[in-house]
């Protein structure tokens, strides 16, 4: 877009376009790789109780620390990793893009490094933070290559080197035996590692939080926007070396998360059980849509996360993309020709899907 000339907007983000999606009207919103199914009655109404509580005490600024939120979190990941966290190896913000952002301040302003095809907040909040931004690449079928992940890394000697997995778009893993040569080749410049982990829960790899002990220049981003269908609550989170959290508490914003936000995000941990069931359903489902898609004769890339990422239609991206939704149908067009990325839905959602791309091919 074009800016006013009174306007003294900083030269390298004239040229830049806000992150963001489509939000239009659909019958089935595939778009965002949000969780479809919304919180049980029983859950939601927890979530009121907490709200309630808490609306008595909105005149008073919210723990700054988030100290509840936290041991909760590290509850939560020492249950999954039989890891030892404690409170201090954690740190909570208003989604898992202001971890990235406020790793950039506290770390940033020399070099990055990442493997694109991936998610593409990264390079935008580089930018943004003024951090140059290298792109690593990957192979040709957008897999992950760590041979040339390392001959980057020692080639650039990035100050923060980061990593996806699940990845974003294409839905692959990185092995953890992988992950840990690339936390010891980052260490030898010292830099940090940053595995970006928001669809860990989708994904039958052993998270890298297990690594922490021995690399405390390894940290992790995981959400609950994902697998605890929190989206709209906006809740991300920071495993780290205590370290690497009090580095944090520079750069944050004064009482940044709210005591609303704080509280009903406890409750969702307290729930874990029953939201995490519903990242059982949604990984049949994924099989099922994968199945699907191949019956029809496209290729689709393996994918440990909620989403699916294929091509093999002969229509362009986005003619496919803006048919389907003349359906009904938003999925995901993410730049990369030939491709076009679904979340998986419902049970419903997904057979619409599949209709309206039948009828379409």
């Known amino acids: 877009m074009s800016w006013a000339k009174w306007l003294p907007l900083r030269a390298d983000l004239q040229k830049l376009s806000p992150y963001g999606a489509p939000q239009v009207r659909a019958t089935a919103t595939l778009n965002t790789n949000e969780n479809p199914y919304p919180p049980s009655p029983q859950l939601q109404s927890a979530i009121t109780d907490a709200v309630q509580e808490t609306v008595g005490t909105l005149n008073r600024y919210p723990d700054r620390d988030a100290t509840q939120l ?28 202001e971890i990235i952002q406020s790793l950039f301040l506290a770390f940033g302003g020399q070099s990055a490094v990442g493997f694109i095809p991936s998610y593409s907040m990264h390079p935008l909040i580089a930018k943004v933070a003024g951090t140059s931004w290298i792109n690593g690449g990957r192979n040709l079928d957008f897999t992950f290559n760590l041979d040339m992940a390392i001959a980057q890394i020692n080639l650039h000697k990035p100050v923060l080197t980061f990593i996806t997995t699940p990845n974003n778009p294409t839905g692959d893993s990185i092995a953890l035996s992988d992950i840990e040569v690339l936390a010891k080749t980052v260490g030898l410049h010292g830099g940090l590692l940053i595995v970006d982990e928001a669809y860990a829960e989708f994904s039958s790899q052993e998270s890298a939080v297990t690594l922490i002990d021995a690399h405390p220049h390894l940290m992790l981003i995981r959400t609950m926007s994902k697998a605890f269908a929190f989206a709209g609550a906006r809740v991300g989170y920071l495993i780290a070396d205590p370290l690497v ?6 750069v944050r914003l004064p009482y940044h998360l709210s005591a609303i936000t704080q509280a009903i995000a406890v409750v969702a941990l307290d729930h874990r059980t029953e939201l995490l069931n519903n990242v059982k359903t ?30 093999g239609f002969s229509a362009t991206s986005p003619e496919l993309w803006g048919q389907l939704l003349e359906k009904g149908i938003l999925i995901r067009d ?20 599949i209709k309206a791309l039948t009828e379409l091919l």
């Open 70 to 97: 936290r041991a909760a979190l590290a509850g939560y990941i020492n249950e999954a990793s039989k890891t030892h966290l404690t409170a201090n190896n954690l740190w909570a913000a208003n989604g898992s893009n």
């Open 245 to 250: 959290i009090d580095s944090m508490m520079l």
């Open 282 to 311: 949604l990984i049949q489902a994924r099989e099922g849509l994968v199945k699907a898609l191949n019956t029809l004769g496209l290729t689709t890339l393996p994918s440990e996360a909620n989403f699916i990422l294929f091509t």
């Open 334 to 353: 993410v730049g990369l020709s030939s491709y076009l990325r679904v979340t998986v839905g419902t049970e419903a959602e997904n057979k619409a899907f």
